[in-house]
C-alpha cells in the first residue's frame, strides 16, 4: 500500500500536469486534489473540506461583495474619468497614471477586477492621445500584479495566510503585505516609466495597423476583415430573395456571415438577423469567397470585383463597429456564438474575434469562446450604453465617460462601509475574516446590493480554488511532503547562510509561477517554506512572505497571472513581449525583494 507521502506527492504531479496543459480549469484542478485527498485517506473529510470554511474562502467572498458595491453606486467607475482628468497626452505621463491608478485599485479589490475596471477607459485614453494600446496595457496589468503585493486582498496573499493558520501559526494579517509589497511596487513601476518603456511593443499585432481618420486604429483593417469581405449581387430566381437573413443557408451551408445589404445605392448595415433579402441587393459577406464559389453552384449569388474596406463602410449613423473582450467571469466562457444565442441577446453581430494574436474570421459560430478573446461587434450605436451595462463583456470604447450607475445615491454609503470594514480589519487581524463577512453582509442590509447581485458578483471560480488548493497545502505537511523537500532544499543552501536558502525558494516561486497558476504554486511552495524554516531554526513567516511575493512576480510570460491574459487580445500581445519587459522587470523586483525582507522582517526567530 503507497504511503501518504507517495500518494501526496502523486496528486501534486499529476495536478501539475494538468495545469500545465491548460486543458483543464485551474478550479476544476483544485477540486480534483480535494477529492483524490479525501478518497485515497491523505486527508479526513473534515480536512479536505476545510478550505471551504476557512478565513481565506470567506476573505475572498467578502472583498467581491464589498467591491461590487463600489461598482454598482458609481464608485470604481470615476476611475476612468479621474484617469482622463490626470493623464494628458504625454505618452510617459499617461503610462505612469494607468500604472499609478491600476496599482491603488488593485489594493482594495482583486487584481482582475481592477484591470478590468480601467481597460475601457485606457482604451478610450489610447485613441484620443494616438497612443499605441500594447504600450499601456501590459503596464496596467503589472501595475495591478505590483499592487496586489501590498495588499492581503490577493488570491495568493489569502491562501499562504491560510495555510500558516493551518499550521498553527499566526497569519498575515491586512497591512502586513505593505511594508514590503509597497516599496516592491513602487519601484516595479518607477523602472517601467524610467527604463521598461523602451521595451515595450511597439509593431505588435493590432497595433501594427494604421490609424484611422479619428485617431484610433481602424478596427476593420485592424482585424484584417476586408480579407474575408466580399460583395455578391442577388440575382432574379435567387432561393434566397425574400428569406429573413436568419432562415438562409448562408451561414450554416456555406460559412458565410451577412455583415451588410447594399440596396438603391445605400449600405444597410444588418442589425436584424430577420431583415429580408431582396432581388438586385448587393449582399456583404464575411468568409471565405473561394470556398463559397465552390460551394455555390445553384447560383444563389454572383460574386462583384474586390474592393478595399474600411471601418466606415460598415457604420452608419444608427449603426457602428465597437471592439469588445470577455470579462473576467464571463458567462460566454466555453460557449459558441450560436449556443450562447449572442445576437439574439446583445443585438450586435460577431464579425471577427482576435485570439492569441491573430484575427479569426470564419466559421465563428460554432467556435467556443475562450478568456482573453477580443470580438469585434456590430449593431446598433443605441446598444453600446447597454453593451456596457452587461457583466459578460468589457466594451473598449473610444471614450473614458464612467458607466451609468445603478444605484448614485448610495456611493457615500458603499464607500463608508468599505472604509469602517478595512479599519476594523486593520485593527483586529485575529477577527479579519468574521470582520470582512460583516462588512460584506451590511452592504446588503443597507440596501446597497440584492443578495442575487451578491451571488453574481463573487467569483466562485476563484472560491472554489482557494478552497481547494489550501487541503493540498495540509496535506503536503501532514504527509511529510513539505518536510522531505525542504530538507532536499536545506541540504543543498543551508551551508550558504538564510539569505541563500530564501533566494533558492523565491527564485523556485518565480520560475515555476511563469508557467503555472501562482495559486496553485503558493500552495506547494509556501509549506516548503515553513518546514525549511522550522528546520534552520528561522522565522517561518519570514520564509512563507517571500515566497508569496514570489508567486506573483508573474511578468515573464502570461500563463502565471489571468490579468495577463486580459489584455492579450486589445493589445495583441504575444508571449515574446512579455519576457522582453518581464525579465529585467523581475530582477528589479526581486532585488528589492532580497534588500527589504531581511529588514522588515528578520529571518532569525528572536
Not at 498575515?172 to 518607477?190: E, K, N, R, S
Not at 453552384?297 to 462583384?304: F, N, S
Request: aromatic fraction near 4%.
Amino acid at each position: 500500500m503507497l504511503s501518504p507521502l507517495v500518494i501526496t506527492l502523486l496528486i501534486l504531479v499529476v495536478a501539475a500536469i494538468l495545469l500545465l496543459s491548460d486543458r483543464v480549469r485551474a478550479d476544476l484542478v483544485a477540486l480534483l486534489v480535494v477529492v483524490a485527498l479525501g478518497v485515497t485517506g491523505v486527508l479526513t473529510p473534515r480536512e479536505a473540506f476545510s478550505g471551504f470554511s476557512s478565513a481565506a474562502a470567506v476573505i475572498m467572498a467578502a472583498v467581491f461583495v464589498l467591491v461590487a458595491g463600489l461598482q454598482v453606486t458609481g464608485v470604481t467607475g470615476q476611475a476612468g474619468a479621474l484617469l482622463l482628468r490626470l493623464a494628458g497626452s504625454d505618452e510617459r505621463r499617461l503610462l505612469v497614471t494607468v500604472m499609478a491608478i491600476g496599482m491603488l485599485l488593485s489594493l482594495v479589490m482583486n487584481n482582475i477586477a481592477a484591470a478590468a475596471i480601467l481597460l475601457p477607459a485606457v482604451s478610450g485614453l489610447a485613441s484620443r492621445t494616438h497612443v499605441r494600446l500594447s504600450r499601456l496595457l501590459m503596464p496596467l496589468a503589472f501595475a495591478t500584479i505590483l499592487g496586489g503585493m501590498a495588499t492581503l486582498f490577493t488570491t495568493n496573499n489569502i491562501i499562504a495566510g491560510g495555510i500558516l493558520r493551518s499550521q498553527g501559526l499566526p497569519g498575515f494579517g491586512l497591512l502586513d503585505f505593505l511594508p514590503l509589497g509597497g516599496p516592491m511596487a513602487l519601484v516595479g513601476i518607477a523602472f517601467v516609466a524610467l527604463i521598461g518603456f523602451r521595451l515595450l511593443p511597439t509593431h505588435t499585432g493590432m497595433d501594427g495597423r494604421r490609424a484611422g481618420e479619428e485617431g484610433h486604429p481602424d478596427l476593420v483593417d485592424v482585424y484584417r476583415l476586408g480579407e474575408r469581405l466580399f460583395r455578391a449581387r442577388v440575382p432574379a430566381g435567387s432561393a434566397l430573395i425574400g428569406r429573413p437573413i436568419a432562415a438562409s443557408p448562408l451561414r450554416d451551408s456555406f460559412g458565410v456571415t451577412v455583415i451588410a445589404l447594399e440596396r438603391g445605392g445605400e449600405l444597410i448595415p444588418v442589425t436584424s438577423p430577420q431583415t429580408e433579402i431582396e432581388q438586385g441587393d448587393v449582399v456583404v459577406l464575411g468568409g471565405d469567397v473561394e470556398d463559397f464559389r465552390r460551394r455555390d453552384v445553384e447560383p444563389l449569388l454572383e460574386i462583384l470585383p474586390a474592393r478595399q474596406w474600411s471601418e466606415g463602410d460598415l457604420e452608419t449613423g444608427e449603426v457602428t463597429v465597437v471592439e469588445a473582450v470577455l470579462a473576467p467571469r464571463s458567462g460566454l466562457l466555453g460557449q459558441s456564438l450560436r449556443t450562447s444565442r449572442f445576437r439574439d441577446k446583445y443585438g450586435m453581430a460577431v464579425l471577427s474575434i482576435w485570439r492569441q494574436g491573430r484575427p479569426i474570421r470564419v466559421h465563428l459560430g460554432d467556435l467556443p469562446l475562450e478568456f482573453g478573446d477580443a470580438l469585434l461587434l456590430q449593431g446598433p450605436r443605441e446598444r453600446v450604453a447597454l453593451l456596457e451595462t452587461e457583466t459578460d463583456l468589457i466594451v473598449l470604447a473610444h471614450d473614458v465617460a464612467p458607466g451609468p450607475a445603478l444605484k448614485p445615491d448610495k456611493n457615500k454609503l458603499a464607500m463608508g462601509i468599505m472604509a469602517l470594514t478595512l479599519l476594523l480589519a486593520t485593527l483586529n487581524s485575529a477577527r479579519i475574516g468574521e470582520i470582512m463577512l460583516a462588512g460584506a453582509l451590511l452592504m446588503v442590509v443597507a440596501r446597497v446590493l440584492t443578495m442575487d447581485q451578491v451571488y453574481s458578483a463573487i467569483e466562485w471560480r476563484t472560491i472554489f480554488l482557494v478552497a481547494g488548493l489550501l487541503p493540498l497545502g495540509v496535506a503536503m505537511a501532514e504527509s511529510g511532503a513539505a518536510a522531505l523537500l525542504a530538507e532536499r532544499l536545506v541540504a543543498w543552501l543551508s551551508p550558504l547562510g538564510p539569505m541563500a536558502l530564501l533566494a533558492g525558494l523565491v527564485l523556485l516561486a518565480i520560475g515555476l509561477t511563469q508557467v503555472i497558476n501562482g495559486a496553485a504554486v503558493v500552495s506547494v511552495i509556501t509549506p516548503v517554506a515553513i518546514q525549511a524554516a522550522q528546520q534552520t531554526g528561522l522565522d517561518p513567516r519570514a520564509l512563507a512572505m517571500g515566497v508569496t511575493l514570489a508567486c506573483s512576480m508573474a511578468f515573464m510570460t502570461p500563463l502565471g497571472h489571468a490579468v495577463n491574459i486580459l489584455v492579450m487580445g486589445p493589445a495583441g500581445y504575444r508571449f515574446s513581449d512579455f519576457m522582453r519587459l518581464g525579465l529585467p522587470l523581475t530582477v528589479v523586483v526581486f532585488v528589492v525583494l532580497m534588500i527589504l525582507l531581511p529588514m522588515l522582517w528578520p529571518l532569525a526567530i528572536p
